[in-house]
């Protein structure tokens, strides 16, 4: 079959007249502008007669946006030749603050590769404003797309401090840079307590006893992480609380050596530390604990550690 055209030379001309002139005058100058109903309600964008009654509008302007709110949208992965965006988008419902009504228009929400599946974020009430065109000519046109407003930040962040440990934590990195691990015995309760503090929490009274726990121990529960840490070996890698021989409050530092599901409750690990020559006054000269090969405790002996 013949393809068939339907062209106006040199293109169609109308006048647009003092409603619609106003708003496309309006946009070129990057404002919004919709125009009141008898009824009060502001039509955006404007019309020369109230489609609720087909009575006049009143002909007061009345400036909106530039924000407005999404009400609904159609995602288009694959667009075409002649849509105004060369990559996925949404055409979209959109009423500006202080309209009664909405336009339709592009709503760019990134960039995304062809067949792409609308983002997460992209849904009702999500917040946008609208993209102007570098040069404007009062044409619906000159807002090239819509955005979202920006409602999170990525901020690189660092903050460097010293740390004054306090006797007791300086007396417990000092025996760490020996290959010990110092606990205090509190001379009520008599637990040991490790790292040592100085004072035990559970009965507020200073500790000064003096106990070297042993570099194995037990987990009594962990985690498994997804998430990248310079400090382990891989990722999934599991932080867990480890019950130190000798010890009787747990430890947090990471375990490796076994595969992340493999890591249970009651296992038996022991301290895998680094090159002598690499230690210092802190406790990462154990890079992790790791298992010892020793069998499983029962759970009874764990269970008022969890």
């Not at 106003?22 to 964008?45: C, N």
């Not at 009430?125 to 999170?152: H, N, S, W």
């Not at 987990?219 to 990248?228: E, G, R």
Request: hydrophobic share 40%; aromatic share 8%.
């Amino acid at each position: 079959m013949p393809n068939h055209v339907l062209e106006f030379p040199g293109g169609y001309t109308r006048s647009v007249g003092p409603v619609i002139g106003r708003f496309l005058s309006e946009l070129r100058d990057g404002r919004l502008v919709g125009v009141r109903t008898q009824a009060g309600k502001v039509l955006f964008p404007p019309l020369e007669y109230d489609p609720a009654n087909g009575h006049e509008v009143t002909g007061e302007f009345v400036e909106v946006g530039p924000s407005g709110t999404v009400e609904s949208f159609a995602w288009v992965p694959e667009p075409l030749p002649t849509h105004p965006l060369d990559r996925p988008f949404a055409w979209a419902l959109i009423r500006p603050d202080g309209a009664d009504t909405a336009i339709l228009h592009a709503l760019d929400v990134g960039e995304f590769e062809r067949g792409a599946k609308p983002p997460k974020r992209l849904k009702a009430g999500l917040r946008v404003r609208p993209e102007y065109q570098a040069e404007r000519k009062g044409d619906i046109t000159d807002i090239k797309a819509f955005r979202p407003e920006v409602g999170m930040i990525n901020a690189a962040n660092r903050l460097e401090y010293d740390l004054q440990p306090g006797k007791a934590l300086d007396r417990f990195f000092e025996a760490i840079a020996e290959g010990r691990i110092l606990g205090h015995r509190c001379d009520v309760c008599g637990k040991v307590i490790v790292p040592m503090a100085g004072f035990c929490a559970k009965d507020g009274v200073p500790t000064t006893e003096e106990v070297e726990v042993a570099a194995t121990g037990t987990v009594t529960t962990f985690a498994v992480n997804n998430l990248p840490d310079p400090r382990a070996p891989e990722v999934p890698f599991v932080s867990a609380y480890v019950l130190l021989d000798g010890a009787d409050i747990t430890l947090l530092t990471l375990v490796a050596g076994i595969p992340a599901d493999q890591v249970r409750m009651g296992m038996r690990v022991k301290a895998a530390w680094k090159p002598r020559e690499e230690w210092g006054p802190t406790l990462s000269n154990i890079r992790w604990f790791e298992p010892s090969g020793e069998p499983d405790v029962p759970f009874e002996t764990i269970e008022e550690y969890l």
